[in-house]
């Protein structure tokens, strides 16, 4: 987006709007977490609401309070944001939800998706009865045509993420970012096999979201390296990733990657995981999608930082070579995990296996 289709946030302004996106985006990741835990439909409802009196907040605060309303109101108002129709409809339901006597939920009809890695239901917006509609004040009448065309029978979580996503565009400092400056409540917990977006910065253009994925840091406090192995004349790093003392995933990245995300102030590091870890994997309730290590001691104490220029030759166990072959060609799509390389890599790098639990 340019610089005219973002409005000016001050700092006496930023407080409130980062509240009121955290209520949301806290309330998105419960939603989200709730959906595979075996909650009905009503215990999904609460979530829902929560998310859309805090998005309403947000783009209250937007349209009324800030000094720069006159942007926000351009945007809105012009339809230069191809998400504008989803904030009017998050709009109208919110006001329905507020206003009328009727029960704001998901429908009852849903997707079950899963295996045993676990399972999670996808639910749609329901529609609005015409008897609630006409109780509405003529104002908020006028939006149930955005909340018919870009809400109803729409993916619920996929409305979360667009709005978010939205607000981010048009003023990019209101996000609420936890101690590792990644938005509060995401990335969503990954589902195996599953494409659908996890972050609200997230493209939906799968090509667009590999570039994405490469540029921002990769999750996580750390990298373990491992080793080191050419393939068709490409060096790779293998190694794992740690968040705290908990490893829940390993990474692979080529040599010019790792080179950027350490340039971008990622922490890279050598050392021996097998010897320094154990698996704690049935000590983790969530841990459901593979193995989780868990440091014996501080990482700092058994590991030394990457060599500046990196390796000119590969070194790697040849007891787990054919291992960190195996992770590397899940991430390339080779064979089997061609329609599914995609989300695997994005699991690795934004360290998504780990649920939001508010």
Same mark, same amino acid.
């Given at each position: 987006?340019? &610089?005219?289709?973002? $409005?000016?946030?001050?700092?006496?302004?930023?407080?409130?709007?980062?509240?009121?996106?955290?209520?949301?985006?806290?309330?998105?990741?419960?939603?989200?977490?709730?959906?595979?835990?075996?909650?009905?439909?009503?215990?999904?409802?609460?979530?829902?609401?929560?998310? &859309?009196?805090?998005?309403?907040?947000?783009?209250?605060?937007?349209?009324?309070?800030?000094?720069?309303?006159?942007?926000?109101?351009?945007?809105?108002?012009?339809?230069?944001? !191809?998400?504008?129709?989803?904030?009017?409809?998050?709009?109208?339901?919110?006001? $329905?939800?507020?206003?009328?006597?009727?029960?704001?939920?998901?429908?009852?009809?849903?997707?079950?998706?899963?295996?045993?890695?676990?399972?999670?239901?996808?639910?749609?917006?329901?529609?609005?009865?015409?008897? $609630?509609?006409?109780?509405?004040?003529?104002?908020?009448?006028?939006?149930?045509?955005?909340?018919?065309?870009?809400?109803?029978?729409?993916?619920?979580?996929?409305?979360? #993420?667009?709005?978010?996503?939205?607000?981010?565009?048009?003023?990019?400092?209101?996000?609420?970012?936890?101690?590792?400056?990644?938005?509060?409540?995401? /990335? #969503?917990?990954?589902?195996?096999?599953?494409?659908?977006?996890?972050? /609200?910065?997230?493209?939906?253009?799968?090509?667009?979201?590999?570039?994405? #994925?490469?540029?921002?840091? /990769?999750?996580?406090?750390?990298?373990?390296?491992?080793?080191?192995?050419?393939?068709?004349?490409?060096? =790779?790093?293998?190694?794992?990733?740690?968040?705290?003392?908990?490893?829940?995933?390993?990474? $692979?990245?080529?040599?010019?990657?790792?080179?950027?995300?350490?340039?971008?102030?990622?922490?890279?590091?050598?050392?021996?995981?097998?010897?320094?870890?154990?698996?704690?994997?049935?000590?983790?309730?969530?841990?459901?999608?593979?193995?989780?290590?868990?440091?014996?001691?501080?990482?700092?104490?058994?590991?030394? !930082?990457?060599?500046?220029?990196?390796?000119?030759?590969?070194?790697?166990?040849?007891?787990?070579?054919?291992?960190?072959?195996?992770?590397?060609?899940?991430?390339?799509?080779?064979?089997?995990?061609?329609?599914?390389?995609?989300?695997?890599?994005?699991?690795?790098?934004?360290?998504?296996?780990? /649920? =939001?639990?508010?």
């Amino acid at each position: 987006m340019t &610089l005219s289709t973002r $409005v000016t946030i001050t700092t006496d302004e930023l407080p409130a709007l980062r509240a009121a996106m955290r209520d949301a985006q806290t309330a998105a990741a419960e939603y989200y977490g709730q959906t595979a835990r075996n909650n009905s439909i009503e215990d999904l409802g609460t979530p829902v609401r929560r998310f &859309l009196v805090a998005a309403q907040t947000v783009n209250d605060l937007l349209t009324n309070s800030v000094s720069d309303i006159l942007t926000y109101r351009s945007i809105t108002n012009s339809g230069s944001h !191809p998400s504008t129709g989803v904030i009017r409809g998050v709009k109208y339901v919110r006001n $329905v939800a507020q206003h009328v006597a009727h029960v704001i939920r998901p429908r009852d009809d849903h997707v079950l998706i899963g295996g045993i890695h676990g399972l999670r239901i996808y639910t749609f917006w329901d529609e609005v009865p015409g008897t $609630v509609h006409a109780q509405l004040h003529r104002s908020t009448q006028n939006l149930k045509a955005d909340f018919d065309a870009f809400l109803l029978g729409t993916n619920v979580t996929d409305t979360m #993420l667009d709005t978010l996503s939205f607000f981010s565009d048009v003023a990019p400092d209101i996000p609420h970012r936890d101690e590792r400056g990644e938005w509060t409540g995401f /990335p #969503l917990m990954s589902q195996p096999s599953v494409s659908g977006r996890l972050h /609200p910065e997230e493209p939906s253009d799968e090509k667009a979201a590999l570039a994405w #994925l490469n540029k921002r840091r /990769p999750n996580g406090d750390v990298r373990v390296i491992c080793g080191q192995i050419t393939v068709d004349g490409t060096r =790779y790093i293998f190694g794992h990733t740690f968040a705290g003392r908990l490893s829940y995933a390993p990474f $692979v990245e080529t040599a010019e990657q790792l080179g950027r995300d350490i340039a971008a102030g990622y922490l890279y590091v050598v050392g021996d995981v097998l010897a320094n870890t154990v698996n704690c994997t049935e000590d983790i309730q969530h841990a459901i999608q593979g193995a989780v290590f868990k440091s014996c001691a501080d990482i700092a104490t058994w590991t030394v !930082p990457v060599p500046t220029d990196g390796w000119d030759e590969d070194w790697v166990d040849e007891a787990m070579a054919s291992t960190w072959r195996s992770a590397l060609e899940m991430e390339q799509g080779e064979g089997l995990f061609r329609i599914s390389s995609y989300p695997i890599r994005r699991v690795r790098r934004l360290n998504a296996l780990v /649920p =939001y639990l508010p």
